[in-house]
């Protein structure tokens, strides 16, 4: 790893730490390209200022939004693109190319896939009082997954540039998105009983009977209203029913 | 709760906070890691997996994409904790009595984190604005202090939701705690757990859809149901 890279990598880490509305991820995704930049402005030291490094980096800070994890790929494309003197338009037409594919695959493989999958397996080791062995095992796993991805999309994307669409297309990422979806629903599947039992295990008699009822009402309600219930208002509303019903019946 | 304790449960909230979009994602955010670190911090982690539990159901409700806007849960789980607690605490094996109040006050900073997400990205867009032209022109220390700043916005976010959770759990215990009955616990316990559990079934199925992922989720119910009723 060159140490451009390597600080580019710490600081893709970071990449949402300004994000607005406007320019979404932009600006951090300029932060972590701009040490793979540096060069430019060696290079144009022998032949006449810095005008390409400070084109570049006002070019790497404009509009971006993808999955966070997957930035690096067009933080590295970017850069060997700049490197390249590839034109400018072409530049930012590859950026804009580049973020519906890695949003998309990013939230089918990790927001969707990857982290819901690890967090099913957590709720399934403390239901089976796995205690803190669970939550160690899901940093742990998660986070390999998770930082080998980034690394890998970093270094695609330097090693691709403008080609970086064949990156996308590897055998091992397409063959991930499809398994995750299964994996995840699966686990996910079999933790809600475990998790249900881990939480309702205080309860006795009719109040486990309401936990059922009110839970597949609940349930009901949210797939009825899909879009415009949601599950926190759902919530908050049923505690404030059991607050008043708690009143009423002493 | 000594000063200590909560000063080192506002720490772990800013930092959970910060996690969560910011700096660096490896998810601590999620409420199953936040709610046991804030229960070892109380000296009381049952409660801490009890609400982490809950809090992780309520999660499968959130998908963050693009620039959606959803509730913050990894504060709001550690105050969820720490009002618990004061509560009345738990007993093991999730038995928190306080788990009701607890998500009463989880939830309501969950509201309160989400909102102040969007107000944080809207100040980020106004710091953003003010400094477009140094930005086209490529220079690259105003935008390393631009992200700085951004960082800093969070961070401060964070620990601001925080610490209204934390006032919010005691300003709970303090007026609900005496007031209730033990039938009065057990029915916010009720409606908290069957909330938690019908956001986690239809957030998973939400995300899971009706293709041949079905399939396989109702594969796991029947499989997770088999070895909870074998327990």
Redesign the interface.
């Known amino acids: 790893m060159t140490p451009a890279l390597g600080k580019s990598l710490l600081r893709l880490f970071t990449v949402q730490g300004s994000y607005d509305y406007e320019r979404m991820q932009g600006i951090g995704v300029g932060v972590a390209e701009e040490p793979l930049l540096r060069d430019l402005r060696a290079a144009a030291n022998g032949g006449g200022g810095g005008a390409a490094y400070r084109a570049a980096v006002a070019r790497s800070a404009h509009f971006f939004n993808a999955h966070p994890y997957l930035c690096g790929l067009a933080v590295g494309a970017a850069a060997r693109a700049e490197h390249e003197g590839v034109p400018p338009a072409q530049v930012e037409r590859l950026r804009a190319a580049l973020c519906g594919p890695l949003g998309s695959l990013g939230d089918r493989l990790v927001w969707a896939g990857w982290l819901p999958l690890m967090s099913a397996l957590a709720l399934i080791g403390v239901a089976l009082g796995g205690g803190w062995r669970a939550i160690i095992g899901f940093l742990a796993l998660y986070n390999a997954g998770h930082v080998a991805l980034r690394w890998w999309a970093l270094r695609a994307g330097w090693a691709h540039g403008m080609g970086v669409a064949a990156a996308l297309h590897q055998p091992v990422l397409q063959r991930a998105a499809a398994l995750s979806g299964p994996a995840m629903a699966l686990a996910v599947g079999a933790a809600l009983p475990l998790a249900a039992q881990y939480l309702s295990g205080a309860f006795t008699g009719w109040s486990r009977g309401a936990v059922a009822v009110v839970a597949a009402g609940g349930f009901a309600l949210l797939w009825w209203r899909r879009g415009k219930l949601t599950a926190l208002r759902l919530g908050l509303a049923l505690l404030a029913v059991a607050a008043l019903a708690a009143g009423l019946w002493r | 709760m000594s000063l200590e304790t909560l000063l080192l449960l506002l720490a772990w909230g800013t930092l959970v906070g910060l996690d969560l ?8 955010a ?1 409420p ?2 936040a709610g ?1 670190v804030a229960g070892a911090i109380l000296g009381d ?1 049952w409660t801490g ?2 609400l ?3 809090f ?6 959130v ?5 959606a806007r959803y ?1 913050e849960y990894g504060p709001a789980t550690v105050a969820a904790v720490s009002a618990a607690h004061a509560a009345g605490g738990g ?1 093991g ?5 306080g ?2 109040l607890g ?2 006050v989880g ?2 900073t ?2 309160m984190g989400g909102t102040s997400m969007h107000l944080v ?2 100040l ?2 106004r710091a ?2 003010a400094a477009n032209e140094r ?6 220390r105003v ?2 202090r ?6 800093l916005r ?1 961070a401060t976010r964070a620990a601001l939701v925080t610490a209204f959770g934390l006032g919010l759990g005691q300003l709970a215990r303090a007026l609900v705690v005496g007031a ?2 033990v ?26 859809g009706r293709g ?3 399939r ?10 088999a ?2 009723w074998l ?1």
Do not use: C, K
């Open positions: 979009v910011s700096v660096p994602q490896v998810m601590i999620r199953i890691v046991p982690p997996f009890a982490g539990v809950l992780e159901l309520f999660q499968y409700d998908l963050p994409v693009g620039a509730p007993g094996g999730g038995e928190a009595l788990i009701g998500a009463l939830l309501v969950g509201m990205r809207r980020n867009a953003t604005h930005l086209e022109a490529g220079d690259a935008l390393v631009l992200h700085l700043a951004g960082i969070d209730l009955t039938r009065g616990v057990t029915l916010l316990d009720v409606a908290a757990v069957s909330a938690g559990i019908a956001a986690g079934a239809a957030g998973t199925l939400r995300l899971v041949p992922g079905l396989w989720f109702a594969a796991g119910v029947v499989g997770g149901a070895v909870a327990r």
